[in-house]
């Protein structure tokens, strides 16, 4: 079984300015690599359909929604907060990256992939129930992750997150569902400094100190993300594909490679193949230097196609 690759041109549409870091030069950028190395002819490839207010509310406050449509402007741009913009097709684009995650996680349950990527943007792991933060707007991993449990046979998630920043929204949403483990390692101290200490048995937050050697993120895993996953055993993973860590990003100050997102796909497979029947979905987050963004995407998606 391939790997399915769902997108949408209509991502790109979400616009926060030309200096914005989230910029759709970062789709852009993983397309052209996924191009011209030949990859992305051997991916399952699918356009992603829009979620539906029903399923945005799997993970958000119906007001939530409602307030972020009242805001989205005819023109220009209209700020959330001092990092996260609405222009006039956000939502669009906001919709496309929810219903991508769920598309990819009926086509993994359902068996006509074993694991998905979805290159979408805006991203999603800061938005909290009840709040649009950190250029987020909906939570796509968490919606995701909660129309799988409607699934029959899906009883138990992870959702896996090495962003470099810590997944605020995605602990808010399920803090007190202990059928959803989450599991995030980010630079800490740094952005957004919420749930980042939280005490939960089903929530591990790796915190890593700036400029921290690669070996400290892989032993964050090795040592807790796989004692948690044993304990756990989720019937599909989800995780959280930010590659911002890398040494090359502007945004924050670890150190992370090509091969240590590839290493990191690796133990997640082999977790999956363990516990999970092979399902993983993967779903985009950040990542602002476009060209170690896209080279991380295509060692990451090398190694769930199986090359």
Not at 55 to 60: D, P, R, S, V
């Amino acid at each position: 079984m391939t790997t399915a690759y769902i997108s949408h041109q209509d991502c790109t549409l979400h616009n926060m300015g030309p200096e914005h870091p989230e910029s759709p030069i970062r789709l852009a950028a993983i397309g052209r690599v996924l191009e011209r190395t030949g990859l992305i002819q051997q991916l399952d490839r699918h356009e992603a359909v829009a979620a539906t207010p029903e399923q945005i509310q799997l993970a958000h406050a119906k007001l939530h929604q409602a307030r972020l449509i009242r805001m989205q402007p005819s023109e220009g741009v209209v700020y959330t907060d001092d990092d996260t913009a609405l222009c006039p097709d956000s939502l669009h684009a906001a919709t496309l990256a929810a219903g991508a995650t769920i598309l990819a996680a009926n086509r993994v349950i359902g068996g006509s992939n074993e694991n998905a990527f979805c290159a979408v943007r805006p991203p999603g792991h800061h938005a909290e129930y009840d709040l649009p933060m950190g250029f987020c707007f909906f939570n796509n991993v968490a919606i995701g992750a909660l129309h799988a449990l409607q699934q029959p046979g899906i009883g138990r998630v992870a959702i896996l997150d090495f962003d470099v920043h810590h997944c605020n929204g995605t602990v808010d949403i399920f803090k007190d569902r202990p059928e959803v483990l989450v599991c995030s390692t980010f630079q800490h101290p740094y952005y957004p400094e919420r749930y980042f200490d939280i005490r939960r048995d089903h929530i591990v937050n790796c915190p890593l100190p700036a400029f921290s050697a690669a070996t400290l993120f892989r032993s964050a895993l090795e040592e807790r993300w796989l004692p948690a996953l044993e304990a756990h055993k989720p019937d599909i993973i989800f995780i959280s594909a930010g590659f911002d860590a890398h040494a090359e990003d502007p945004m924050a100050d670890l150190q992370l490679s090509e091969e240590d997102y590839r290493w990191a796909t690796s133990l997640i497979m082999d977790a999956a193949r363990r516990y999970s029947k092979g399902r993983i979905v993967s779903v985009l987050e950040g990542g602002y230097n476009p060209v170690a963004l896209a080279f991380s995407v295509q060692a990451h998606l090398e190694v769930l196609a199986g090359y």
